[in-house]
């Protein structure tokens, strides 16, 4: 029996707040509008390439998106710039998309402009760098093709992990929210991430907290050799908004102006409503998982699909519509792609020497020696000028339990700095009791503690992001325990971001849990883990003594005050 014997018939239509997109109405777009799409789509081509052309010159895999570049060139067109994105391991489409939108001029135009600025040839030639492992790289040649972040463009992170950017994205559109900015935050991620459980927990949580957050599935069909149909059981992906009350578009994603008018329209919903939209954009990835060689070549689809698709590629597709309907002249068109050209071909010329037919990348390209341990650890500069004192110079003139202590250090915080807040499971509930010894005291708080239900995957992920976002939470765990059920973000995330991302990109996280041996909880409950936090460089680990639950808050206290930091802390005790 095959998994088509399983396949559910479904009409999407009939759902309510389920809506599709099928024509971009490039009539609607002015000239320029139509050449930027046209332009960027060529760069990311001609630079992905290059790539495949020369893969031999970077150390890892390289997951070309090419086929796929519609959807991004549309959805960051659709976005504007104080917005941010995630992205996952095939990231290069959107992340050279974001880039050529935010550095270059307001009035660039491809069609009249015979060069780009200078600081779009400088973020091409640092994306490059980075996918090479060159010392010019965002991250200092470490990240390479998987591990993209430019700040600086609104990318704040691209994640190896399938499904990871999720709730990166959910957290910092919570950061804005909360701020009361105007903007979102869109997570692209492949129909391979929409049965795991980050994506669940972030689009579920994202509704209940009403974040405006745009999650976008570049669906490219395959997740490796695995089609959607086998991994969902149904052919469209968006029916799954319907389950979560969400606003859920599909769209043509070998249209880039079709994308762009869903992005648009879901970032205008997203800001109004306060509410999150999940867009489905139907894709295809012209070759195989990595590398150059096509699909086909490992047979797990046919040579005619592939050139079905390719029929469709957008590359040839809006040109041509374009010429069609009269919009622009092939003399223009010509233009755009030699433009486009000359940018990638200046760029490689940067990061690589020939020697006759042979090119290859100079050493003096490469990051130096010893380079590779910065950043492993914080140096401790976040502490500089903070006062420390021992246990036994404090005077203490009142007795409070550790529980009060907690709390009061978690409110005067909060009164300090408006940007400290509370993330985590039971936390706003239960004021006055004393059963949860981590639970803030509501009533003592200056402002809500955000309250979730059991995510967390979730609340861990999206609150690091909050803290990237200059916001400083406190994640509440409610025992050690359940810490391995968001193993992935405690343990393969955040306590690597920071040396992942060349030292420069911040976590500020504080993670509260506590030891409950000897309650009566049973073995599932009753953990100690601070070894396990231990084994993973990136986490400071403050286990405070008892004999002084004052200076236990101290400690803590101090920790709060120097969030701002790269520092991740995680506070055990009772």
């Not at 084994?535 to 120097?562: D, E, K, N, Q, V």
Request: some cysteine.
């Amino acid at each position: 029996m095959t998994i088509d014997n399983y396949q559910i018939e479904t009409d999407w239509q009939q759902f309510p707040g389920l809506s599709e997109i099928e024509d971009g109405h490039l009539e609607q777009l002015s000239r320029r509008e139509i050449g930027l799409l046209v332009y960027q789509m060529a760069v990311i081509r001609i630079f992905e390439e290059w790539l495949l052309e020369n893969e031999s010159l970077a150390h890892g895999p390289i997951h070309s998106s090419i086929g796929q570049e519609a959807v991004a060139v549309g959805a960051v067109a659709g976005l504007q710039h104080q917005d941010t994105i995630t992205s996952t391991h095939r990231a290069h489409h959107h992340v050279l998309a974001k880039v050529l939108s935010c550095f270059e001029k307001d009035d660039f135009d491809p069609i009249s402009a015979d060069a780009p600025s200078d600081s779009v040839v400088e973020g091409v030639y640092r994306t490059m760098s980075e996918i090479l492992g060159l010392a010019d790289g965002w991250a200092g040649g470490r990240g390479g093709s998987m591990h993209l972040s430019v700040p600086e463009a609104g990318v704040l992170a691209t994640s190896a992990i399938v499904g990871g950017g999720i709730p990166v994205a959910a957290g910092a559109a919570l950061a804005a929210k909360m701020r009361q900015q105007d903007a979102v935050s869109l997570a692209f991620f492949g129909d391979g991430a929409c049965s795991i459980g980050a994506f669940h927990e972030g689009i579920s949580m994202a509704r209940a907290c009403r974040i405006p957050a745009l999650f976008v599935i570049d669906n490219n069909q395959y997740s490796v050799a695995t089609t959607v149909v086998e991994t969902v059981g149904f052919d469209d992906i968006v029916i799954r908004a319907a389950g979560q009350s969400m606003r859920g578009i599909l769209v043509d994603g070998m249209d880039p102006a079709a994308v762009r008018s869903a992005v648009a329209q879901a970032r205008e919903f997203a800001l109004e409503e306060s509410n999150p939209v999940l867009i489905e954009a139907k894709t295809y990835r012209f070759f195989h998982q990595a590398g150059g060689l096509p699909g086909s070549a490992f047979r797990y689809r046919t040579e005619a699909e592939e050139e079905h698709w390719k029929a469709k590629d957008p590359i040839d597709q809006l040109p041509r519509r374009v010429l069609e309907e009269g919009l622009l002249v092939s003399g223009e068109i010509d233009k755009i792609m030699e433009t486009a050209r000359q940018l990638v071909l200046g760029v490689a010329d940067r990061c690589t020497e020939s020697d006759g037919p042979d090119i290859y990348i100079p050493d003096r390209l490469l990051p130096d020696r010893g380079s590779e341990f910065f950043g492993l650890v914080s140096e401790g500069k976040e502490f500089d000028g903070r006062n420390f004192v021992e246990p036994e110079e404090l005077e203490l003139d009142q007795e409070v339990s550790y529980q009060d202590a907690i709390s009061r250090v978690i409110h005067r915080s909060m009164e300090r700095d408006p940007e400290v807040f509370v993330l985590g499971e039971e936390v706003g509930h239960f004021p006055g009791r004393r059963i949860w010894m981590y639970t803030p005291r509501t009533p003592l708080f200056p402002r809500p503690s955000t309250q979730h239900a059991n995510c967390r995957k979730w609340f861990l992920w999206c609150s690091a992001w909050c803290g990237d976002g200059r916001m400083k939470p406190i994640v509440e765990i409610m025992f050690p325990d359940f810490a391995l059920e968001a193993a992935d973000q405690l343990f393969n995330h955040i306590p690597k971001t920071r040396y992942m991302f060349g030292g420069d990109l911040s976590v500020p996280l504080v993670a509260r849990t506590r030891t409950a041996q000897g309650r009566g909880y049973g073995p599932q409950h009753s953990s100690d883990p601070a070894a396990l936090f231990a084994l993973f460089p990136g986490w400071r680990i403050l286990a405070p003594r008892l004999r002084s639950t004052m200076w236990a808050s101290s400690i803590r206290h101090s920790f709060l005050r120097t969030q701002c930091s790269s520092s991740s802390i995680t506070n055990f005790g009772q």
